[in-house]
């Protein structure tokens, strides 16, 4: 009897330890588990803040950047359920990712202009649908971007009186500055798309007065550049004393090039495909293509002059697909004619192969 009372109690005090390590296995697990994630998502933010970000815009290849921007997004972001949202370097991420679905669009976009050409009508007809599909997708992205940028820095571009953000040293003003670039093309890419991506029209007149917050000149004609879009758009947001915006998008170019960093022929090639204005975009091609032999590129943002660069290709490569089947021959970059292709054509010696 004492012997299994003895028994007993032993199994007692064992079930009872093992409860209690239990309990306070659930009770560590809750009360550590946020304060774990937060501060892990906390280190991350801010190294991609302030070494992933400069790391990557000196870098010289857009589709890797852009292919960074789509894997870290959802991991950097998912923080946000515990912290406050890493809405700078957000910003930036789907900026990137972006440039990813942009990157499709444009070869569903040639897709489509080489079987127009060729009178191809059902293979025009898929490429002209998976075009529109991948501009809603990039729309949705840079809309997300720009929203994501004017978050970071707590600013709301409906508010009146329009009151500049603060922001405290280049790379904000950087983010911030490509946050209302990103905004303007995403409006362009819901367009395209025909208005699938469901971005809101009125963010134009309000990145055009915003836009005006940030040194022209320090950022390589950007911020005019952006603002001559907007006028084009919307005529009635043209200041006074703004009487041809084309001038302007040509004087930004000017400085872009000086400054090291392109984004201004970009955005002109952007508008002259917009309003049909071949004249302009001959000149913004032949310009850029021009710079490329004497220009000194800004090194810590090399990735956002290649990026241009690639803008830039595009409209070439879609006007020449349009009028010749086909895209731009490298050595005719700058062209909008193959005249004296042929007494221009690069050979191979074979002789070292036999």
Known sequence: MISTLVTLCRHIRVASLKLLTAGALIVLTGCSANPIYTTTGVVLSNFAESETTPYVLETSDPRLACALGESLDSLIYSFSRVMDAPDDTGSLLMLLAGNCSQY??????????????????EAAK?????AKRMNALTARRRYASFRRAMAAYEFDPSAEPVECPFLFSDQDELIFLLGLMTGMQAIVNDANSGGMGGVPKNIAPQTERVAACLDNEKWAGMPNAIRSLVWLLLPDTRPEGVSDPWQVLEGSTELGVEKGLRIPHAIQTIAAETFGRRDKLEEAIASFAESSATIEVWDDYRLLDEIATDMVHFSSDKYWSANYGYRTPQSFFGKMSPEGESENVETMSLDGLL
């Open 104 to 121: 499709k669009a444009w070869e569903a976009e040639l897709a489509y202009v080489r079987a127009d050409y060729q009178g191809n009508i």
């Open 126 to 130: 898929d490429a002209r649908e998976e």
